[in-house]
């Protein structure tokens, strides 16, 4: 299950020809995990621009920082 989620996150749309990251912070929650709040205001080739508010969670474990969760809502 877990191999097909990747590929299938994989076969998305055309990277972004550009992104600008507006306003990190990172929020810690201890000393092994964190979450960065951030904007970012984004445009893949041919289309309009695309701005959200997200926030990655991150633990850290035996080999380094690891993504455990993303979330991201467009901005009004």
């Known amino acids: 299950m877990r191999h ?3 590929r299938v996150s994989r076969s998305g749309p055309s990277p972004w020809e550009r992104f600008e990251i507006r306003d990190p ?3 810690e929650r201890g000393a092994d995990s964190g979450v960065v709040v951030y904007s970012v205001e984004a445009q893949r080739p ?3 621009p ?6 990655s969670t991150f633990v ?3 080999d380094g920082w690891k993504l455990a969760f993303h979330q ?3 901005s009004a």
């Open 4 to 6: 097909r989620a990747i």
């Open 60 to 62: 850290r474990e035996a």
């Open 46 to 48: 041919g289309q309009e």
């Open 72 to 74: 991201q809502s467009p």
């Open 25 to 27: 912070q990172v929020v």
């Open 50 to 55: 695309y701005s959200a508010l997200l926030s």
